[in-house]
């Protein structure tokens, strides 16, 4: 017995409102419950009665599981989440005193999960319209100077329609499958004017054994309203472990398939995106820039793209989906311009 309702026809209500919710986008789409979920007639406590509405939120809450974890050397907040797929805000309620950024190998943390009682199973054929990467096109000139460059055309997305078999338990994505895909609307080339000019040499010589600075990218201030906008047309995409594509992204696979969809091509992983790009304060990001947590360098451990208004867009951990955060709790520590 897991809960009861006032009768037979609420039971039944309660299962076919969780059906609804999660049987599918489209019609065609099969599925049932993974449980053998079945109805009786019992006595109980009328005090013990739910509404059909609380007793669908009680079934899909499931019950409490609380375990205690000891970090060990190399563990970040991140990591544990990732682990336990549990929010580093569940993890700051059940452990109050934490400082996240502050954890040490033998520091025992509270971590308390919800597992449904139920899980619906649907699985079926869906058609999305997504945008197609442009590519950017550089053209030489002489008109400027070796190192500089400037765009003579701004890059427009493409559009095509794909179809997937998909596979959701709870309405989250298991499994996807690309079955065809038609272009609707072609991308047009980002083109980016690269200076020739030999620059005029100085008097002053600069001894060899200086360290060149890193490149001053500025693809973040040049189209970060269309990198904000693209990030935007993937909120509620799962989050899956490695996950590049809309059929479910990690935090640094999203981050780099939303700059590839402006033409911009970044490396996979955070710690490579700080090594190619630009580090510098929070208080300079402007939209389109890339947030980093630990770091930057190896200690990197989730990223994120900058919105504007101390928000920012991120795949954030297994059982969640792509949305818009604030600054709070999780707080970001840096930002990467690339």
Known sequence: QVV??????????????????????????????AENVTVSAISVNIDTLATTQAAVEYLLT???????????DGDTIWDICVRFNISPEEIEVANPDLDPDNIFVG???????????????ASGVITTREPVAFETVEEPTEDLY????????????????????????NGQTITS??????????????????????????????????????????SSYQNGAGIVATAYAYIGVPYVWGGSSPSGFDCSGLVQYVYAMNGISIPRTGVD??????????????????????????????????????????????????????????????????
Request: with cysteine; charged share 20%; proline share 7%.
């Open 62 to 72: 499931g019950s409490t599981k609380e375990d205690v974890y000891e970090v060990v």
């Open 107 to 121: 520091d025992e943390l509270k971590l308390k999960r919800f597992e449904p009682f139920v899980h619906y199973e």
């Open 4 to 33: 009861s309702v006032t009768s037979k026809t609420d039971a039944l209500s309660v299962l076919e409102n969780i059906e609804t919710v999660f049987k599918g986008p489209e019609n065609g789409w099969k599925g049932g419950f």
């Open 273 to 338: 995106m700080a090594a190619v790009g630009r580090v510098f304060p929070l208080s300079e990001a402007v939209p389109g820039d890339v947030l980093g947590w630990g770091g930057p360098g190896p200690g990197c451990y989730h990223v994120a793209l900058y919105i504007g208004n101390n928000q920012y867009i991120h795949a954030p951990y297994p059982g969640a989906s792509v949305s818009v955060a604030t600054f709070g709790w999780f707080y970001p520590d840096y930002a990467i311009r690339l």
């Open 146 to 169: 070796e190192g500089e460059s400037e765009v003579a055309q701004e890059g427009v997305l493409g559009e095509r329609d794909v179809t997937r078999k998909e596979t959701r338990v």
């Open 177 to 218: 499958e690309e079955l065809t895909s038609t272009a609707i609307t072609a991308p047009v080339s980002r083109i980016v004017r690269v200076g020739t000019k030999v620059k005029p040499q100085s008097v002053a010589s600069t001894p060899s054994s200086s360290t060149a600075p890193k490149p001053d990218y500025s």
